[in-house]
């Protein structure tokens, strides 16, 4: 059987600094953006001829952090609870043969100033560092099939968590306003999410949960269908 090798043409620089968080696919958070910058020798300016005439990429990258856990030929999806078993091959899990992804992604803009190539993209469901193996344009009339049945994800996920802010968190937010001006609406939307593991989301406790964002560490509570960010803490 043949082998092959592949060179990481870039890495993400992502608002996810964990995995814990990060949305479960793209296009879920629309405050969540970051750039692909592009390694040499890949970000010459002529690799990237043409590209702005495009909306949206795929981008193939690497589940770098959890690459060296291996496979498994069964998986527990996010979707069904974290209970129900399906094939590998019938979800989006990470642990996969080959530890490789993809990603629908907006593309704002092409940046190719002082020798180096930089994408701006939006509402990206990578953490931060990711590696990345090839762009490819996205093309509606090949690749958007509005009737196609998609199983048990069929419909985008309900955001069903009301998000609030303690007097603590609103004064911290005040603080950093003008370097972070859509901070509160950036966490509103990650959280909203509900990035817990599945099995704990009928869980009823007082356990605090805690994210890197940014350059912050966000603790919060969930009551129910509530959650409530205690404090936002520069790291």
Do not use: C
């Not at 992604?105 to 990711?130: M, R």
């Amino acid at each position: 059987m043949n082998t092959y090798q592949m060179n990481p043409i870039g890495h993400i620089s992502s608002p996810y600094k964990e995995k814990f968080a990060v949305p479960r696919q793209p296009g879920l958070i629309q405050d969540g953006g970051g750039q692909l910058i592009l390694h040499t020798p890949y970000n010459h300016p002529d690799a990237v001829r043409g590209l702005e005439q495009f909306s949206h990429l795929w981008l193939i990258f690497v589940f770098h952090q959890t690459a060296q856990q291996g496979w498994h030929p069964l998986v527990r999806p996010p979707r069904l609870g974290g209970n129900t078993k399906m094939g590998i091959f019938a979800t989006r899990s990470t642990f996969r043969p080959n530890p490789i992804g993809m990603s629908l992604v907006e593309l704002k803009k092409v940046n190719t100033q002082n020798q180096s190539v930089v994408l701006d993209l939006s509402s990206l469901d990578l953490v931060d560092g990711t590696p990345v193996l090839d762009i490819k344009p996205y093309l509606p009339f090949a690749e958007s099939r509005p009737n196609a049945i998609a199983g048990f994800a069929q419909e985008a996920p309900d955001n069903e968590m009301s998000v609030f802010f303690s007097q603590l968190a609103l004064e911290q937010l005040q603080h950093y306003a003008n370097e972070y001006p859509h901070l509160s609406r950036f966490i509103t939307q990650v959280l909203q999410q509900d990035p817990r593991p599945a099995y704990k989301k009928n869980e009823q406790s007082n356990r605090i949960y805690a994210v890197h964002l940014l350059e912050f560490n966000v603790r919060w509570q969930v009551s129910g269908q509530q959650t409530l960010v205690l404090d936002i803490e520069p790291r």
